[in-house]
């Protein structure tokens, strides 16, 4: 008897012990998700309107921000969104953002660039890059079809 509450204890020991490192990790993903750039501000300028956006601090961004400055059509899809393909593979970080909000700048894979103009909630799995601090009018001056979009550090 002594014998099964010991196996039983040490069960849930090494139970709750692997549980707290995958919530760990769960948390360094989530963060690498969310936390700003430092000098991560760029402008991105559609037509003769300019939007600031902040790049989050991830591999994925840093590589982004050292392709700018880029001017570059940008491809309609779905009446939310404008994508373009990178000429280069990004380091990636994919996972569900579940939600997905106006001036979202995200990965598609590891070379499609994605700047959402509308909400919308999604099963895809992105990388994130950053947002638009203030999307108001992106949807107007993206237009419908393609779109002659710079990219271009602050």
């Known amino acids: 008897m002594k014998n099964l509450h010991l196996t039983i204890l040490i069960f849930i020991s090494v139970l709750t012990s692997g549980a707290s490192s995958c919530n760990q990790e769960v948390d360094n993903i989530n963060t690498e998700n969310t936390r700003s750039m430092a000098n991560g501000k ?3 300028t559609v037509n003769s309107q300019t939007f600031t956006a902040t790049l989050l601090d991830n591999n ?4 982004f921000k050292e392709m700018l400055p880029m001017t ?5 899809l779905n009446r939310n969104e404008k994508y373009i393909r990178l000429p280069e593979n990004l380091p990636t970080n994919a996972s569900n953002p579940g939600t997905i909000r106006s001036g ?3 990965l598609y894979g590891s070379n499609t660039a994605v700047l959402f103009y509308e909400g919308l909630n999604t099963s895809y799995s992105y990388t994130r890059m950053g947002k638009i601090d203030d999307p108001t009018g992106l949807r107007n001056a993206l237009g419908a079809g393609e779109v002659t ?3 271009e550090i602050e």
């Not at 994925?60 to 590589?63: C, I, Y």
Request: proline share 0%; no cysteine.
């Open 42 to 44: 760029i402008q991105i």
């Open 60 to 63: 994925t961004a840093k590589a």
């Open 72 to 76: 570059v059509e940008m491809t309609e």
């Open 104 to 106: 979202d700048l995200m």
């Open 149 to 151: 979009v710079t990219f």
